[in-house]
């Protein structure tokens, strides 16, 4: 706290005591004024507020001693304010109302401008930066003396920085940062800082380099100094300076300048020592900030060193971006998975190269690579439209007679489903031969609609498919797609048939989505209300191992479902306690559940306490008014009405 110099007290002390020593209340009042003084410089605000209270209780008597009257009365004023200003220090509740009234009923003191700075550096204290600049906006900072105007105006700017106006801000920060203070520091630091994230970077630079001997800003500075050295490309400075620093101190930017480090190297074409540096930063970041423009770099670092596997894992990061580091990254990883022999790793990594436009040499070299591999990987559709692109993008490409090489052979080789459909229907029934193929493609053209979610489309060829049986693997395929399609337009007894037809098939328990037709048969009957069937089939399914968690809760709820509506509430029951125990996102509905069996079983007490422990453990859920109102009524069932009315009230309150 900065120290008091109250009304020049010492001059009074030795001025007018000189003059009135034998007056001994107004040598009491002075002694008194001194001795709060003293104990308000000291911290001691509730010994100092007391005092001053004293001096404010004097009261004046009309006499013939005006000079020391006006001083007296100045005296009170100054009490007053001080006062005031302990409460502030202590944070009492009517601190605000005690400056006020000192300003009210004091205007022309010179402390009524302070009582505003006082107010307004306690709310930048509490960091209630809002209030802090409505009291510094009642200020002329003029009316300041030098220190005061320095932590005026840095902690007004530091408010507005708080609150985003940095523009503001950084002109208070401007106005003190070359002034020797307790604040320069700061004011600098603020001031460069704003400056940095408008991008004026010179400015930053010489404003952070002004703290290289600044203990307290020596664990942020140099990052900013090291940023903006790479970001105006002057990576050898950023290596001579960084590093040091970092194998000296701790820094709080550490993982930051450990990346803009291993992106210094990368700029050099020094890939060990950006891959070591990378390392360091990984280690650190553990993936919080890593961003595709890293993931490249650090993944073409350990490629160009040899490690592809460290440089496939980094690239593949990139797959679902789209960027010029996703469409350089995706391009670098096709060429590692091609070496390797991985095709179809590769065709995807070129595929997702070629839709991108930032580099268009790679762009053009990808497409042609992801053509080739599609058609050797005897994706034919998607060869032909790749190839048939490429050669309307590049008519002039040095591969042009090689493209339509391959647009050829695909064209051969071509699977389109849709076309072949079309071709073999009119000859399907007097062609035995044409049957079988007629089966594949037309189950193949009701996967597509399928997946386009065109069910009914699905449903109508996958019918046509099942007229010419001739292989049984794709007939018992084309009987599960069948069964799922019905289920989507919510034709359930049909797909409870088709999928009891399907898991009847001898060839089906070779399928992997034999034991999943149970599942799927389950929900069937359970959405045509064939309940015991849904339950039986449910149990079938789990019965089959199945081991992804979510689908075995699921699978778990609808049985207990089906058991309740059928009213095997026993039976029910433990299918509800099965989900609780094992740890769902459903337990709010099963605990729910559970309280209301728990009443239909005449166990009001119990469904009581059940469906609390469901508004005590899930009080977001989405059961939560359910469990509230089923409370409520389970009261007014037992005749306790002012219970059930009380807890009905505060459900509507809520």
Partial sequence: MIKLKPIAACALLLGTLTVKAQQNDSFQIYRTYHTATTLLNNGQFVAAAE????IEQVRLQAGNQPKFESELSLLKENSQYYEALCALELGNDDALALFMRFIKEHPENPLSKLAYFQ?????????KYGDAILWFNKINASELNGREYTEYKFRKGYAYFDMGDYAYAQQQFSEIKDKKSSFQEDAIYYFAYIAYLNKDYHVALVNFEKLKNSKKYESSYPYYITAVYFLDK????VLNYAIPILNSTKQQHETEMLRIIGASYFAKNDY?????????FQERDQGKTQNSQDSYQIGYAHYKTGNNAKATVELSKLVNQSDEFAQNGNYTLGSIFLKSGNKQSARNAFQIASKLDFDKQIQEEALFEYAKLSYELDFNTQALEATRLYLRNYPRSKRLDEAKTLLGEALLNSKNYKEAVEILEPIVVANPSAAEAYQKVTYYRGLEFYNERAFENAIGIFLRSLKHPRDEKITALTTYWLAEAMYEVRKYGESVEQFEEFLQNPESRQLSVYNYANYGLGYAAFGAEQYKKAASYFERFLAGGPTDKNTINDAVARIADSYFVLKSYGQAMSYYDRLIASGSQSQDYALFQRGMIQGLQ???????ATLNDVLTRYPNSDFA????????YTYFLKNDGERAKTDLQAMIQK
């Fill in 119 to 127: 107010i307004g550096k306690s709310y930048s204290k509490q960091q």
């Fill in 272 to 280: 060990p020592n950006a891959v070591n540096y990378y390392t360091r």
């Fill in 234 to 237: 002057r990576y050898d400075d």
């Fill in 625 to 632: 008014d359910d469990a509230s109102f089923e409370i409520a």
């Fill in 602 to 608: 005449s166990s009001p007490d119990a469904k009581i």
């Fill in 51 to 54: 005092q001053f209270r004293l």
